[in-house]
T-cell receptor, first 112, second 111 residues
Framework: GESVGLHLPTLSVQEGDNSIINCAYSNSASDYFIWYKQESGKGPQFIID?????DKRQGQRVTVLLNKTVKHLSLQIAATQPGDSAVYFCAERGASGSRLTFGEGTQLTVNP | EAQVTQNPRYLITVTGKKLTVTCSQN?????MSWYRQDPGLGLRQIYY???????DKGDVPEGYKVSRKEKRNFPLILESPSPNQTSLYFCASSSNYQPQHFGDGTRLSIL
C-alpha cells in the first residue's frame, strides 16, 4: 500500500547546528509534499511545501529537498534553535485532490 | 484571526454515550478533514469534505459520522463511542490544493 515514513523517530542536535529530517514516500504519483511542525499540546503547523516539479525550495531558515528518483524528501533547518524542538511530519498528496497521507513523525530535540 | 476551532478540547465520557466534536473555520475553506493521532501511528484521516454536502471516508472511518451542512462547520459524531476511539483528534481545513490548517486538537477518553 501507499505509505509515507520517516527514517529516524528521534533527532537530537546542539543549538546553532543545522538539522536534517528525512522522509521516504512510496507513491510515485504524489504531486505535492508538505512539512508540518507539531509542538506539544498543539496542532500541526505548516512549515514549507514543495511541488513535484521542483527539487528544492527555501523558506526562512528551512529548506526542503525533493528527490523523486529515490522518493525521498528532507527538511533542513539552519541554525537550529530551542524553539525548533517539536515533532516534524512530512505529508504527501496524491494527484487526485487534497487528501494528505502523513508520515509517523520525527521528534527533534535541540540541546542548549 | 484565521483559525480552526475545535470544541471541546478535552472530554472524558463512557462507552455508548453519543458525543459530537465541533469544528469551525473562518477562512472560507472548501476542504475540511478530521484526523486522529495515536502513538506510533501518526495522523490518520477519518473523514473529509471537499465542499458543502460532499463528504467521503478517509482511512479509518469506522465508528464515526460527519456532516457538512455549512461551509464553516464540520462536526465529528461518535454515535456509540468505544474505548478504542480514545485518541487525540484534529480538524483541518484548506482551500483546495493548499496546505491544511489544523485546530489545536480534542483529547477524547472513552471509559
Amino acid at each position: 500500500g501507499e505509505s509515507v515514513g520517516l527514517h529516524l523517530p528521534t533527532l537530537s542536535v546542539q543549538e546553532g547546528d543545522n538539522s536534517i529530517i528525512n522522509c521516504a514516500y512510496s507513491n510515485s504519483a504524489s504531486d505535492y509534499f508538505i512539512w508540518y511542525k507539531q509542538e506539544s499540546g498543539k496542532g500541526p503547523q505548516f512549515i514549507i511545501d514543495i511541488r513535484s516539479n521542483m527539487d528544492k525550495r527555501q523558506g526562512q531558515r528551512v529548506t526542503v529537498l525533493l528527490n523523486k528518483t529515490v522518493k525521498h524528501l528532507s527538511l533542513q533547518i539552519a541554525a537550529t534553535q530551542p524553539g525548533d524542538s517539536a515533532v516534524y511530519f512530512c505529508a504527501e498528496r496524491g494527484a487526485s485532490g487534497s487528501r494528505l497521507t502523513f508520515g509517523e513523525g520525527t521528534q527533534l530535540t535541540v540541546n542548549p | 484571526e484565521a483559525q480552526v476551532t475545535q470544541n471541546p478540547r478535552y472530554l472524558i465520557t463512557v462507552t455508548g454515550k453519543k458525543l459530537t466534536v465541533t469544528c469551525s473555520q473562518n477562512m472560507n475553506h472548501e476542504y475540511m478533514s478530521w484526523y486522529r493521532q495515536d502513538p506510533g501511528l501518526g495522523l490518520r484521516q477519518i473523514y473529509y469534505s471537499m465542499n458543502v454536502e460532499v463528504t467521503d471516508k478517509g482511512d479509518v472511518p469506522e465508528g464515526y459520522k460527519v456532516s457538512r451542512k455549512e461551509k464553516r462547520n464540520f462536526p465529528l459524531i461518535l454515535e456509540s463511542p468505544s474505548p478504542n476511539q480514545t485518541s487525540l483528534y484534529f480538524c483541518a481545513s484548506s482551500s483546495n490544493y493548499q496546505p491544511q490548517h489544523f485546530g489545536d486538537g480534542t483529547r477524547l477518553s472513552i471509559l
